[in-house]
T-cell receptor, first 109, second 114 residues
Framework: RKEVEQDPGPFNVPEGATVAFNCTYS??????FFWYRQDCRKEPKLLMS???SGNEDGRFTAQLNRASQYISLLIRDSKLSDSATYLC??????????FGKGTTLSVSS | ETGVTQSPTHLIKTRGQQVTLRCSSQ?????VSWYQQALGQGPQFIFQ???????GRGNFPPRFSGLQFPNYSSELNVNALELDDSALYLC?????????????FGPGTRLTVL
């Protein structure tokens, strides 16, 4: 079983749609959790950290369920500029970030 | 921008050659991690350096080695290059004292092995 699993997509949605990405992780000792965004042929950029209480940043909401080892990202009112690959990331021991393969989102007008 | 820089941007090598990639960390960060991202995959952890010492290593063979300098910049060296080493090599800087370990990535070096 992969350490971090994501639905690879692609997700093709119209502008204004709400889209949800899910991710599961296998190591219950994981300590911190993130969503990164990666544009084509660019480096990953931190989108948001994910906290147990859930957190929101504008149109983006992240949730963590430690009992189920499940992380989610909700994007409301999708924009064309949201088109990218979204990487679910888990940190276990303060060193390595463990990445999922990424979920590709394409927002069309 | 994150303030993390990498050089060179692109590199083409042939099988069996050796390569050195460089990374300058963000100001105030004392930790550099290196990742390999093959096409269509998420980044995979190679190793991490903290205050000039290796502080963790992923599942990569010994021909992948590294260094960190007193100014916290870092090098990744790969010997005896193989075709499968073709990938985007990313370095990420962080402040290890930050237990949440947010890491900030440089633009990467795209290595092609022919």
């Amino acid at each position: 079983r992969k350490e971090v699993e994501q639905d690879p997509g692609p997700f093709n949605v119209p502008e204004g749609a709400t889209v949800a990405f899910n991710c599961t992780y296998s190591n219950s000792a994981s300590q911190s959790f993130f969503w990164y965004r990666q544009d084509c042929r660019k480096e990953p950029k931190l989108l948001m950290s994910v906290y147990s209480s859930g957190n929101e940043d504008g149109r983006f909401t992240a949730q963590l369920n430690r009992a189920s080892q499940y992380i989610s990202l909700l994007i409301r009112d999708s924009k064309l500029s949201d088109s990218a690959t979204y990487l679910c990331v888990v940190n276990q021991a303060g060193t390595a970030l463990i990445f999922g393969k990424g979920t590709t989102l394409s927002v069309s007008s | 921008e994150t303030g993390v820089t990498q050089s060179p941007t692109h590199l083409i090598k042939t099988r069996g050659q050796q390569v050195t990639l460089r990374c300058s960390s963000q100001s105030g960060h004392n930790t550099v991690s290196w990742y390999q991202q093959a096409l269509g995959q998420g980044p995979q952890f190679i190793f991490q350096y903290y205050r000039e010492e290796e502080n963790g290593r992923g599942n990569f063979p010994p021909r992948f080695s590294g260094l960190q300098f007193p100014n916290y910049s870092s090098e990744l060296n790969v010997n005896a290059l193989e075709l499968d080493d073709s990938a985007l090599y990313l370095c990420a800087s962080s402040l290890l004292a930050d237990s949440y370990n947010e890491q900030f990535f440089g633009p990467g070096t795209r290595l092609t092995v022919l």
